[in-house]
Each structure stands twice: as C-alpha cells, then as structure tokens.
C-alpha cells in the first residue's frame, strides 16, 4: 500500500495469484491431504494479479460459467476438477470447464483433503456452532504436533434427549430432511462429525465415546450394522455451507485489498419427490 504527501488517497497493491494462493495454503496446509487426493493447482493461468476471486464447492459448469462471467481471476473450489490427470478426449463438462478456465486466462485451484484435515478449519464449522468441547480428532494424519485429520467428536455444553438435538441440529442445517438410523440413545452428549463421506468412520466415533455421528453418503448396509446412532445429511449439505463459510472469512481477510470475493452457490443433487398414492 502507497500513500503519497498531501493527497487524501491511498494505492492498494493488487494481490499477486502466489499471494493468494499462500493465503488459501494457510487455511488448507497441501501436505495434509491425502495420497490419493489431487489437491493444488487444477488449471494454470496466465494471469498475475487476482482482483476477483470466486469461491464454490463443485467446478461445475453451473457455478463455473458464473464466476467466469463474473471475470473471476482465480476460482476456488473444494473438490477437484480430477482426481486423476486425464485428456479432454470428450465434449463433457470436464472439457467445457477447461475451455473457459483457459479461454478466460483464469486460474483453477482446489483444496479438497488439505481442508477436510484442519481441525481448526470451516471443516469444523458444525462443531462450532453447536459449542462443542474436548475435542478430538477421529483420525489423525502428519505429525502429532499437527492435531490434524478427518472428523471430530466433541461434547456438548449439557445433554440433552435425542429428539431435543435432532430439532437444535435443524437450526443450523440448511436441509429439510435428512436419515437417521442404528439404535436411538435416550440422551446426547459426545458428538461426532464428518463431513462428505465420512460413514466409514462412525465406529471409530462410538468408541470415542460418541452418541451420535454426523456425516453423509450412508449406505444400506452399513446403516444395517451400525452400533451407534448416525445422522446423514448428505454430502452437500455440510461442505456447501463450509464454502460459504471460507469464501466469508476470505474476503474478510482481503477486506485491505483489491480483491473481491465471491460466493457462488452450486445445488444439492438429491430432492425431496413425494410418492403419490392412489
């Protein structure tokens, strides 16, 4: 920032792609994801500066065409473009996206496990929200010094009775439905959470002392053999929300700066269809 002698303005320098992108790496540290994982650079571009940022979950065409209509620099998303390099061997949003990324000298960058592992990241908003304490992570990766990896139980502020729970846990889900399933426990205390599909950790959260687990993508017979109680919200419901969260405390971050960010919503796949009986 540049100030001149007797004027009443100030120069902002404009962020830099590096800039940004190492503020992004702050929040969602790339060697936290995991091996399987395609976190970083998705797509280069061949611009410097970033004066729009564009944050959403999915790289889709629908929120992708947007933000570059919007003139996005760089978009940021939580899931990959591919979880494996491949060509642009068909006509198919894969290969759209490319085309306009690459048409628009934008920039494509995704931070999928290396903010799925920060237990102090929005990953946690959920927790937050519903005052959790004694917090601990389900499963570690890194370091111990690190205190990351996927999921988290905590305790509740005071119990309550399941039902009480299911109509606070309402309150901050934006989703008018969701499936429960196992054995309902009279009282809550101990909560699991973990976003995306986070099912395959549940036994691991009962024996952590959870009453209930929050997740997404149950399957059929898992939702038979579960030992505990377990919520499933969908996959969409909770990492969307912590997107919005992120792209919020980005541009409060980059309130100082030329860069405006922005939000662009994507949409849950699954819908409510009610059956109609004759």
């Known amino acids: 920032m540049r100030a001149f002698p007797g004027k009443h303005f100030l120069f902002f320098a404009a962020m830099k792609i590096s800039q ?6 702050k929040i969602a540290p790339p060697n936290l994801q995991a091996e399987w994982d395609n976190s970083g650079v998705q797509i280069a571009g ?4 970033v004066h ?20 996005a620099d760089l978009i940021f998303s939580h899931h990959p473009l591919a979880l494996t390099p491949k060509l642009p061997s068909r006509l198919d949003g ?12 934008a920039w494509l960058y995704s931070a999928h496990t290396s903010l799925d592992t920060n237990p102090d990241g929005p990953v946690n908003w959920l ?15 890194g370091s111990a010094q690190d205190n990351a990896g996927y999921g ?7 119990a309550q009775p399941l039902e009480v729970f299911l109509d606070s846990l309402g309150r901050h889900i934006n989703r008018p439905f969701w499936t429960v399933c196992g054995p309902r426990p009279d009282n809550i205390r101990r909560v699991g959470i973990c976003p995306g599909s986070g099912s395959s950790m549940a ?12 997740t997404g993508d149950m399957k059929y017979h898992q939702a038979q053999e579960t030992t505990g109680c377990i919520v499933d919200v969908g996959h969409f419901c909770l990492e969307e929300e912590m997107m919005r969260r992120l792209a919020a405390s980005l541009a409060h971050k980059l309130e100082t700066s030329q860069v405006d960010v922005r939000f662009f919503a994507g949409k849950d796949p699954f819908e409510i269809r009610l059956a109609h009986k004759s």
């Open 203 to 214: 036994e691991d959260a009962f024996a952590m002392g959870a009453d209930v687990f929050i």
């Open 46 to 49: 061949r611009k410097e500066e």
């Open 20 to 25: 940004t992108l190492d503020l992004i790496e």
């Open 94 to 105: 894969f290969h759209h996206i490319l085309r306009r990324v690459l048409g628009a000298d």
């Open 152 to 158: 988290i139980v905590g305790t509740l502020p005071s």
């Open 52 to 71: 729009r940022l564009a944050v959403m979950l999915d790289p889709l065409p629908e929120t992708v065409d947007p933000a570059l209509d919007w003139n």
């Open 127 to 141: 927790a937050n929200d519903l005052l959790l304490e004694q917090r601990g992570v389900i499963e570690p990766v």
